[in-house]
């Protein structure tokens, strides 16, 4: 069974860093390109970020250029995302995701942004 | 960036009715879209990919049709689990982007 699950998420200050996890089991992690995708309460959902299977290509959306570093590690089975200078509009939900189409998402992991 | 724009954004519909939702791109995309259902409080989940190809487990009760700009989500028999929030995506081309969600109610 594919599962994907999200850590790290919590309160921080504007201008504070934070780093999420998402641990993926029941398929081969390293073959498939990762994603995150974010939700801010009460709104749709924003692609943040793109990293293909060997690490070799990352892909931002222009609201997190800059700020946010996707990663991975394929021996741990694990997916990061690195998050610098946080500001108040980067309080969502964030989910780990399988896949440009996306075909299986984690529970996700709250980030909140805020004094 | 390509935009997606989903129609309604709201839906009031019964059990046992069929229903359409619409999503049309601000340019051809091929049939680079898919689908995906969220219930409040939870995770989205893969309803369609490739425009009109099921994701494995989901019923055939969801379709999916269209190629080029205009795309449509069809779920006929609507019963109370299928009443959630529907959205659409492009991944021909970055950034991947999402329509606004149709929330679908039940009359």
């Known amino acids: 069974e594919v599962q994907l699950v999200e850590s790290g998420g919590g309160l921080v200050q504007p201008g504070g860093s934070l780093r999420l996890s998402c641990a993926a089991s029941?398929?081969?992690?390293?073959?498939?390109?990762m994603i995150w995708v974010r939700q801010a309460p009460g709104k749709g959902l924003e692609w943040v970020a793109n990293i293909k299977q060997d690490g070799s290509q990352r892909i931002y959306a222009d609201s997190v250029k800059g700020r946010f570093t996707i990663s991975r590690d394929n021996a741990k089975n694990s997916l990061y995302l690195q998050m610098n200078s946080l500001r108040a509009e980067d309080t969502a939900v964030y989910y780990c995701?399988?896949?440009?189409?996306?075909?299986?998402w984690g529970q996700g992991t709250l980030v909140t942004v805020s004094s | 960036d390509i935009q997606m724009t989903q129609s309604p954004s709201s839906l009031s519909a019964s059990v046992g009715d069929r229903v359409t939702i619409t999503c049309r791109a601000s340019q051809g995309i091929s049939n680079y879209v898919a689908w995906f259902q969220q219930k409040p409080g939870k995770a989205p989940k893969s309803l369609i990919y490739g425009a009109s190809s099921l994701q494995s487990g989901v019923p055939s009760k969801f379709s999916g049709s269209g190629s080029g700009t205009d795309f449509t989500l069809t779920i006929s028999s609507l019963q109370p689990e299928d009443f959630a929030t529907y959205y659409c995506q492009q991944y021909i081309d970055y950034p991947l982007t999402f329509g606004q969600g149709t929330r679908l109610e039940i009359k």
């Open positions: 995701t399988r896949g440009v189409m996306h075909d299986y």
């Open positions: 029941g398929f081969t992690f390293s073959r498939y390109w």
